[in-house]
Structure formats: C-alpha cells, structure tokens
C-alpha cells in the first residue's frame, strides 16, 4: 500500500516555479522515488524518478533529501497545462502503490 | 509509437451484465496491471500478470478477473457489474523492475446503468 504523503492541493502562478514535496519517511535503501501527473480523465504520465541523486529532465527536476525521506518535485516555468494530479511513489520494483496525490492549479 | 492502448474509451453497461475491458500493448512488457480509480481518488490495483502468472491484490472483489491470452493483450472481466464499480480503469504495463516504471494507457470510463 501507499507509503508517501503529500499536500492536497497546492496552487502555483503560471510562469513561477512549482514545487511539490512528498514525504517517504519509510523508504528503504533499494527503493526509487516516481513522480508520476494525472491530467484530467486522462491515464497517469511519468514525470521523473529518482534514488539518491538529484535527477533533471525536460520536464522537472528532482531533490531528494540526503536521509532521503523526503522529495520534491519542481516544475521550474508553471504552464496552465501542468494542472493535474500529481503522485510520488514509493517504487520497491513490482507494483506501484498511488497515494492521494497534490492536485497542483496553475492560474493565469 | 509504441503504446499501451484501451478499448474502449467509454463503456455503458447494465447492472448484473457481465462486460470486458480490453488492453494491447507494442512495448513487449513482461509486466501488465489493471488499476480501478474511482471519481476523484487515487488509482488503486486490482492485480497484475507477470507473463503468465497472476497476481491478485487481497481485496479484489472476486467480482473481478483477468485474462491474459498472450503478451500483448489482457482482459478485465466484470461478472456481474454493480453500481459501485462505474470508474475510470487503467491498464499500465512495465518490464518488472526499476527502474523503467510503468506505462500507461488511457483508460476505459465505465458506466454502469
């Protein structure tokens, strides 16, 4: 089941950067970080992953805490269209377990 | 592209009918899930197949199966649908380990009348 917790619902200014955290407090050595955003009635898209390093690419970046029980995930130029449901997984190799997500509103 | 693909995107059926929701996939994966995600909640898993293995998550109602005739496609059958399972149900696929994580498709919204 679930082992992350993040805000409900966030909202970010449309051209500032967005910055969703997570909290895997029981994240274990071998376990990855996804991060994962539901557009509307649409399937969930991935965003990134991570393990121990920081992680960057096109769409956002990546800082995972050193103890590593914790995360963020930024969207660095907030565009309309990256209002979605956002999801930080607790990946341990088979299946994934979705929390309840940050519903993130970008207004104009 | 390759994809994970459902079909239907909507499906309306009656309470009591038996319906199947299918999946295909191009990507190959080992790997292929059913999720059910009710109106403003998180996806939440039904089971999976690993090849042909079956896995199914302890509080799947029996009410729900699968089917997986060969890699690239899998079944989810609904015996006799109730009002409480209209949702929106995803099919993902991955190849069974990190880190590649999952790939998902589209989802079929069904509605149960």
């Known amino acids: 089941d679930a082992k992350t917790t993040q805000p409900t619902s966030m909202d970010c200014a449309e051209g500032r950067a967005a910055n969703l955290p997570c909290n895997h407090s029981?994240?274990?050595?071998?376990?990855?970080v996804y991060w994962y955003r539901q557009i509307h009635s649409q399937g969930p898209q991935y965003i990134i992953h991570?393990?121990?390093n920081n992680e960057t690419n096109e769409m956002a970046s990546l800082i995972i805490t050193e103890d590593r029980k914790s995360s963020t995930l930024i969207l660095p130029h907030a565009t309309l269209r990256d209002t979605a449901v956002y999801y930080c997984?607790?990946?341990?190799?088979?299946?994934?377990?979705f929390g309840t997500g940050t519903s993130l509103t970008v207004i104009p | 592209d390759a994809m994970v693909i459902q079909n239907p995107r909507y499906q309306v059926t009656q309470f009591g009918k038996p319906v199947t929701l299918s999946c295909s996939q191009t990507?190959?994966?080992?790997?292929m899930y059913w999720y059910q995600q009710k109106s403003s909640q998180a996806p939440k898993l039904l089971f999976h197949?690993?090849?042909?293995?079956?896995?199914n998550e302890a509080d799947t109602p029996d009410n729900f199966q699968s089917r997986r005739p060969n890699t690239s496609f899998c079944f989810l059958d609904i015996r006799s649908p109730g009002l409480g399972d209209a949702a929106m149900y995803l099919c993902?696929?991955?190849?069974?380990?990190?880190?590649?994580?999952?790939?998902f498709g589209s989802g079929t919204r069904l509605t149960v009348v």
């Open positions: 197949y690993y090849d042909k293995d079956f896995n």
């Open positions: 993902a696929t991955s190849t069974g380990g990190t880190p590649l994580g999952y790939t």
């Open positions: 991570g393990l121990k």
């Open positions: 997984i607790d990946y341990t190799g088979n299946q994934f377990y």
């Open positions: 029981t994240i274990s050595g071998n376990e990855y």
């Open positions: 990507l190959n994966h080992n790997v």
